[in-house]
């Protein structure tokens, strides 16, 4: 469960007298989430999340990432915006830790995604792309192939004790992307994390986008490829479990075409971009994978789901293989 600060009565009620959203009502933990502290804060003037920013969280990237939801709030995009105090100002501590409220956001993340949802979640990327195309402000992805290289570092003396041999992967992998990585394509705001923990949807219809706290500059295309790894793989367990969903991917990028096209240098370098991002997930994974502590209360997340589609991409000939 993802509390890591408790929150005394007696502080939040200092905190929200900083605010005009009436009174507490109540204010509860929120079970899901890995990285932060959420709370579900009800109000006399209405609901609100509560997040304090733990260790993971840069205290210098949260104007980026508070700055970036208000911006495509907004141009009109369905995700939080962060609520201001009566001094106008956001982003406050609590507990010892940054601290800000944000607005709540109505809907459930698809435990089974379908076609429909793929479809509706390459729609939603390329608006975020373009509704951030005039951000301001940069942030560097420290999670591309610098951050892999230090994550590949700190875990391949340790990798093959969750799976032999996964050492050597992960070391010959980095020097293919490392060596091949796209240069040109056209950059922006990216999400990086869409994941279907981050997308809520009211029946079948897409609500909105959450957790922009890996948000970054990089390639848009790799955005998309981040996507198509969390989305058009079939579940672990089931009949197709693990298997590649190419209808899926093909509805997710005709849906993301319909607003943004893609270049052909963008198409070309998707099973690339794909390979990168599946590397991200397994190399960010393995490393919590060694180093969490025991008894801790985050369930860490299996970094061979990610090994085995990395495993899919290396095999992509082209973007073909998408079912483009
Ligand atoms: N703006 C919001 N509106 C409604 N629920 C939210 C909102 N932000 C977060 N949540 C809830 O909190 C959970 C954890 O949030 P998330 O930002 O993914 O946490 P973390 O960054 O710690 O992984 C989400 O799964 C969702 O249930
Ligand atoms: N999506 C990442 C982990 C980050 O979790 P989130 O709850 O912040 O979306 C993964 O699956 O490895």
Redesign the pocket.
């Given at each position: 469960m993802?509390v890591y600060t408790e929150v005394p009565d007696g502080e939040l009620a200092a905190f929200i007298a900083a605010y005009d959203i009436g009174d507490v009502v109540s204010c509860k933990g929120?079970a899901?989430?890995?990285?932060?502290s959420?709370y579900i804060l009800h109000t006399t003037g209405g609901s609100y999340?509560l997040t304090l920013y733990e260790k993971r969280v840069h205290k210098e990237d949260l104007p980026f990432f508070l700055g970036l939801m208000e911006h495509l709030a907004e141009k009109g995009l369905n995700c939080?915006t962060p609520i201001k105090a009566r001094d106008g100002v956001a982003l406050r501590e609590l507990c010892g830790r940054p601290a800000a409220l944000?607005?709540?956001?109505e809907g459930m993340?698809p435990r089974r995604p379908t076609e429909k949802h793929c479809q509706q979640v390459g729609v939603a990327l390329a608006d975020l792309h373009l509704k951030g195309a005039d951000f301001p402000m940069q942030r560097p992805n420290n999670l591309s192939v610098e951050g892999w290289r230090l994550l590949v570092a700190s875990t391949k003396d340790r990798a093959d004790e969750v799976k032999p041999g996964l050492g050597q992967v992960i070391t010959a992998e980095l020097d293919h992307l490392a060596g091949n990585w796209p240069t040109g394509l056209a950059r922006g705001v990216i999400h990086a994390d869409l994941f279907p923990?981050?997308v809520f949807f009211i029946g079948e219809r897409l609500s909105g986008l959450?957790?922009f706290?890996f948000a970054c500059t990089d390639f848009l295309a790799y955005d998309l490829a981040i996507c198509l790894n969390a989305w058009c793989f079939e579940a672990a367990s089931g009949g197709r479990a693990g298997e590649f969903n190419v209808t899926k991917a093909r509805l997710m990028i005709e849906g993301y075409r319909r607003l943004r096209p893609l270049s052909d240098d963008e198409l070309a370098a998707l099973p690339l971009l794909a390979r990168g991002s599946a590397l991200r997930f397994l190399l960010t994974r393995l490393y919590d994978w060694l180093n969490h502590p025991p008894g801790a209360f985050v369930q860490p997340k299996d970094p061979l789901e990610y090994l085995k589609k990395l495993t899919f991409h290396q095999q992509a000939r082209s973007v073909a293989a998408y079912g483009l």
């Open positions: 993802a929120i899901e989430g890995v990285e932060n959420n999340i939080p944000i607005s709540f956001l993340w923990d981050n959450i957790d706290y």
